[in-house]
């Protein structure tokens, strides 16, 4: 049997093992080698104002296994705010579905306290099928809508 988790709103006294975290998943799912200062400031800017996001993380023992940050966007199409999730980060060791499910509802839930938030979105990546597939059994649709970006260097 699992020690029991919890999950919540992460706090600023959570930054950098959030930031420490981002760094790890990066390299681990993408294979990419983040600045830990240079996310360590970006964390820390989500902090900065309500308007920047939130994270939740879950938590065990004291440690955090899991982590979301929320971004906000505006959708004249429905005069509402979506919250979007920027990815599910859940340590390997622990049960990743109850872990991961816990989340997606407290950021669910924290959506629908607040009537101007008409939605949810979730960015997952391309190549994660089985996320992809699970999202959809948890009444997520797949939009046919991909994503592009430019990142300017820093």
Request: with cysteine; glycine share 4%; charged share 25%.
């Amino acid at each position: 049997m699992s020690t029991p988790f919890s999950v919540r709103i992460a706090t600023r006294d959570d930054a950098s093992s959030i930031a420490e975290f981002n760094v790890f998943f990066a390299k681990a799912n993408e294979n990419r080698q983040l600045s830990l200062p240079v996310t360590a400031a970006g964390v820390r800017y989500v902090f900065d104002s309500f308007n920047n996001g939130l994270y939740v993380v879950a938590e065990r023992e004291g440690e955090i296994v899991a982590v979301t940050m929320v971004t906000r966007e505006w959708s004249d199409w429905n005069n509402g705010l979506f919250y979007c999730i920027q990815d599910i980060f859940v340590l390997a060791q622990d049960p990743c579905r109850e872990i991961h499910d816990a989340l997606l509802n407290k950021v669910r839930a924290l959506a629908k306290e607040h009537e101007n938030v008409c939605g949810i979105r979730l960015y997952a990546h391309k190549d994660d099928s089985q996320s992809q597939e699970h999202y959809q059994k948890l009444n997520l649709k797949k939009t046919p809508y991909r994503i592009y970006d430019e990142v300017f260097s820093q």
